[in-house]
Each structure stands twice: as C-alpha cells, then as structure tokens.
C-alpha cells in the first residue's frame, strides 16, 4: 500500500468518518482526484475538526 | 439551572432548498410554532430552566419573535446558554448581520450549517463575514459541514482561508430530501463498532413543531410514526420507556431487548440513527420488554 493510501486511510479513521475496515475498501475506491483533494484537505485544513451525531437539527456545540 | 439542554424547532420554513434536507418534506405539523405550543414552551423553560436553549429548523432566524418569547421566559438568563443553528443566508453584509445578531433578545454562539449543499445558495465569503462579526461581538461560532461521504470535507479548505473556527461535520441520514435524493452517507460494510455506541442526543431533549418533545432528532420522529417517540409534554417524555431505555443504553442493549439479531444489519445501519431505526421497527417482536407499562 503506498504512503499516501496509507495517510488517507489514516485522516478517515482518526476523524471518525470510517472504521478501519471500511476506510480500506472507501480509499481504494477513491479517483485519483478525489485523492488529491482529500490530500489537500489534509494539509491544509490544521485546526481541530470533529464528527458529530444525530441529524443536522441536532448538532451540539463544538465552539 | 437544569442538566438538560432544550432544541427547539420554531418551524420548518426555510429560505434554501438544499438537497440533503433532512426536515424539507415535513408539512403535517404545520410550518410554525402554534400559540399553544409557544405557551407550552414557555412553560417548559419557566419549570425546566435548560442550560442552553439551541433554535434549529428550517432557518431559525424567520422566527425571532417566538424565539425571544421563549428566551423571556427563562428564570435564569445570566447563565443561559442561546445557540442558533443558521444557514447564514443573512450575512450578504455586515449591517445585515448585526441588524440579524441584534434582533435576538440574547445570543451566545452561532452554528453555521455550510457545505457543497448551502454552497449553492451563499457563496463562502458570507460564512467568512459571518465568522468575522460573531468574533468582533464575542459570539462563539462554528461550522457544521454535512458529508455525504469524506470527500465532501474539502469545503474546509475553502472555509480555513477565513480563520481557525472549530468544525465538525455530520454524516448526512436518510431522512426528508435526503433520502428522497439517495444522499445519505454510505458505508462499504457493516461497522460493529457502532453497537457500542449510545445515542449521540445525551442529555439533548428537542421540541419539533407541531410534533412534540422527543430524544430523537432524526429518523424516528421524521421517518414514520414510531409510537411512544414523542410526547406532548417534557415531563411525559423523560418519564417514557422510550427516553429511559434510549438515554441509558448502548446499541448493543437496545438490541437485545429488541430481538434483534446481528444477521438483520446492512452496511447502512453503521449510523447510530440508521440502526435505531431498525431496531424500532422491530419493536413489535416478542421479544421486546418494555421498561414499564405504557401509559
């Protein structure tokens, strides 16, 4: 798996938004744009940023 | 002051018409709060007195005026909390903004819901403005960024270029247009993880318009009538089997009482709201024992 699957698989699973497993199968269907805009986002985006439950009515406070 | 924080929807009229909507095809109850339910309300935060009153939607700013009579109505309002979560729509200017900010009675912080879905609809420079006014007036601010999958989050790329405001993103639910549209967030195969997981609305209680009050914000209230989800009044619903079975246990309990089984669960049920869902569908099993009698 090259190093940048691997900093993608990574981002997924410390952000939440997959578990182990399906952040392998959700990268390897990736374009390759789509990985380097995931890429991008990576490097650019430092501040903290957190996943939240429930529906959008009910998002609670991260500020 | 009270352990609960109380979300309300004053209404479900909005501005926008975004595609992932969850609250877009609810018309039974109305588009408004009743008089009633604003004395009700009233009522709830004068007995209940929350620790943070959050107004979501449809877009909460089209409703100030039953807003500010409910923030009135709090006993407590030097240690209140007032969270609004916006579309923004608003922010064309900075007089707008604060003529907006100022028309509320009290206001503590602003959530903005901008993604490739309210992109359609401001440009990011308002979600800039924005950020840049609530950090002049002291107002805490955040962005919530709905995904339909991780590569939605590039928007943050575009908002970071304003300033290090917290974000946090959520997993759009097949619920409203979303589901309508074949939105909700995907899963490639079923994640176990999330029967460890309890409900994400702990110590959340929501009043929806024309509905009533209810834990849920999400599939059970807006996907179909599941019954004893929503009460008409908040002392009804933290005494309801619903509320005590869901705001104190994990998935995988709430599935053992359901008769559920793990044959039954499809890579979509990865989402909390997704699996609750299924398991109260199958309430109806014989196997489910409720907590107490109902009512």
Do not use: W
Not at chain 1, 21 to 35: D, F, G, H
């Amino acid at each position: 798996m090259d190093i940048k699957k691997k900093v993608l698989i990574g981002f997924v699973v410390s952000m939440g938004l997959y578990s182990a497993a399906n952040a392998v199968q959700y990268v390897n269907s990736l374009s390759t744009q789509e990985k380097e805009s995931l890429m991008s986002t990576i490097k650019d985006t430092k501040a903290p940023m957190s996943v939240c439950g429930g529906s959008v009515i009910g998002v609670k406070s991260v500020a | 002051m009270g352990a609960l924080e109380l979300c309300i929807v004053p209404g479900f009229e909005c501005n926008f018409a975004c595609s992932h909507c969850a609250v877009s095809e609810v018309s039974e109850g109305g588009v408004r709060l009743s008089g009633a339910e604003v004395g009700l309300l009233q009522e709830t935060v004068r007995s209940y007195a929350p620790h943070t009153l959050a107004f979501t939607g449809g877009e909460p700013t089209l409703y100030v005026e039953d807003i500010n009579s409910l923030i009135a109505a709090h006993p407590g309002r030097d240690h209140l909390t007032i969270r609004l979560t916006t579309n923004g729509h608003f922010a064309t200017d900075r007089d707008s903004i604060v003529q907006t900010l100022d028309s509320f009675v009290k206001l503590d912080e602003i959530q903005l819901s901008y993604d490739r879905f309210h992109s359609e609809f401001i440009p990011s420079q308002q979600a800039g403005l924005l950020y840049q006014v609530c950090v002049e007036r002291g107002l805490r601010f955040s962005i919530v960024i709905s995904l339909t999958s991780p590569v939605d989050l590039v928007i943050a790329r575009e908002l970071r270029q304003f300033g290090d405001m917290p974000i946090s993103f959520q997993k759009v639910l097949a619920i409203g247009r979303a589901k309508t549209n074949g939105l909700a967030y995907q899963y490639p195969a079923f994640d176990p993880a999330v029967l460890e997981a309890s409900c994400p609305n702990r110590g959340q209680v929501f009043y929806i318009c024309g509905r009533g009050f209810s834990m849920c914000c999400s599939a059970l209230v807006f996907n179909g009538a599941f019954p004893g989800v929503i009460h008409p009044t908040l002392e009804e619903h933290l005494k309801s089997d619903f509320y005590n079975r869901v705001s104190s246990s994990r998935f995988s309990e709430l599935m053992a009482g359901a008769g559920v089984g793990l044959s039954s669960l499809a890579p979509q049920h990865s989402s909390p709201c997704a699996l609750c869902e299924h398991l109260f569908s199958s309430r109806r099993s014989p196997a489910y024992v409720p907590l107490s009698q109902p009512h």
